[in-house]
């Protein structure tokens, strides 16, 4: 009997333990954004990786509707609000001008969403600006790494809440 309680007693302090750490989301709120300048094609590839949870929640609470990035029936949804959030979110300027950025797609890495925006028509870099406040209407502790690379030339910063600026020159 009294192996059969210290059986039950384990198997629902698994049960609390792994409950609570489904709540309780990973610790670090973090996003990363590169842009890199592909001279040839004359544009600038963006790319922003976000935990998929943190970025879900945003979108859900923002718009109002259900979110699931993962899956396929509500893609074309899912694109739409990826779209709205990131163009809002994310501003670049180049050589001191506002571009306007062309929303390419996303993607699901694990637990990670991987989302692609490129700039076309761009001849020439001496800068670039950088605005970023992805998820801080959701958390006040976050923290965005962004890097912009030019010809194997890779300048890279860490920006914290409430700041959201970067300039790399070049």
């Known amino acids: 009997m009294q192996l059969l309680n210290t059986k039950f007693v384990t198997l629902f302090l698994v049960f609390i333990l792994s409950a609570t750490a489904k709540e309780k989301k990973h610790p670090l709120h973090v996003s990363t954004t590169e842009v890199n300048f592909n001279a040839k094609d004359k544009t600038l590839e ?53 571009v306007a950025m062309s929303y390419v797609g996303f993607e699901i890495d694990h ?8 700039v076309e028509k761009i001849s020439s870099v001496k800068s670039i ?9 959701l958390f006040d502790d976050q923290m965005s790494i962004v ?16 700041d959201k600026k970067f300039i790399a020159n070049f």
């Open 46 to 98: 963006v790319s922003c990786r976000i935990f998929t949870d943190d970025f879900e929640s945003i979108l859900s609470k923002l718009y109002k509707q259900k979110t699931d990035l993962s899956k396929p029936a509500m893609k074309t949804a899912m694109d739409e609000l990826v779209k709205k959030y990131l163009t809002s979110h994310l501003q670049l300027k180049t050589n001191g001008k506002a």
């Open 111 to 118: 637990e990670a969403t991987n989302i692609y925006l490129e």
């Open 129 to 137: 600006e950088i605005d970023n406040n992805i998820l801080y209407d």
């Open 147 to 162: 890097h912009v690379v030019k010809n194997g030339n890779r300048k890279s910063t860490k920006i914290l809440y409430p």
